[in-house]
């Protein structure tokens, strides 16, 4: 074979890889991607709007109103729930401005559904609340009472034992604390009675806590 033949075989072969190694990369072109979002309101379910009707009836729970304030407290409040037979709308008012009823006392229903309402009350008292419906008319009426915050604790009792002509009676009170720094005192009186003889006994405790 020609020398110069071979010799430009071989040189072929060792610039070839090393051209290969040089070449730039083919760059990858991805076709574009366009990303659309849905119409607003396209997953909303409509929904109608409410139609109130007037009210006839309204029950009114508990069967009784009451609450009292808590120990140091000057307000409390008065829970309840109204409920009506169709989608109304109601207000309810009290004869006392010591109680304050939220939202002006206007109330929006669903049929059948108890809704609560939490009145304010500023001092102890008694009252009426009154229900009306869309149009005026008074379709319901609550007696409340709100009692002073409880100052004594009291309890009587009375024990009988005709086997052993015994009888007694007890009657015992403490005072409500109106601050944890406050005494603790109660007072306790009994009365015996001897059925066979007639004998009276009587008793007296005081005891101090602090």
Not at 171 to 196: C, E, I, M
Request: charged share 10%.
């Amino acid at each position: 074979m020609n020398q110069a033949l071979l010799r430009t075989l071989l040189m072929s072969v060792l610039i070839l890889p090393a051209a290969q190694a040089q070449a730039a990369p083919t760059p990858l072109t991805l076709p574009p991607v366009q990303v659309t979002s849905a119409p607003a309101g396209l997953n909303t379910v409509p929904t109608a709007p409410l139609v109130f009707q007037v009210a006839r009836t309204v029950r009114v729970q508990p069967a009784r109103l009451e609450t009292r304030l808590g120990t140091g407290m000057s307000t409390a409040n008065l829970t309840f729930t109204v409920m009506t037979d169709v989608t109304a709308q109601v207000t309810v008012s009290s004869d006392s401005p010591h109680l304050i009823l939220p939202g002006g006392g206007t109330l929006r229903l669903l049929a059948y559904t108890a809704q609560g309402v939490t009145g304010v009350a500023l001092a102890p008292h008694r009252g009426t609340l009154t229900f009306r419906n869309s149009r005026g008319e008074t379709v319901a009426t609550a007696p409340y009472e709100i009692a002073p915050a409880r100052t004594l604790n009291q309890g009587l009792r009375l024990n009988l034992s005709p086997s052993g002509g015994n009888a007694s009676l007890s009657y015992a009170v403490s005072g409500v604390p109106q601050s944890t720094l406050d005494p603790r005192w109660n007072v306790n009186l009994g009365v015996g009675l001897d059925t066979r003889t007639g004998n009276l006994s009587t008793s007296v405790s005081v005891g101090v806590n602090w």
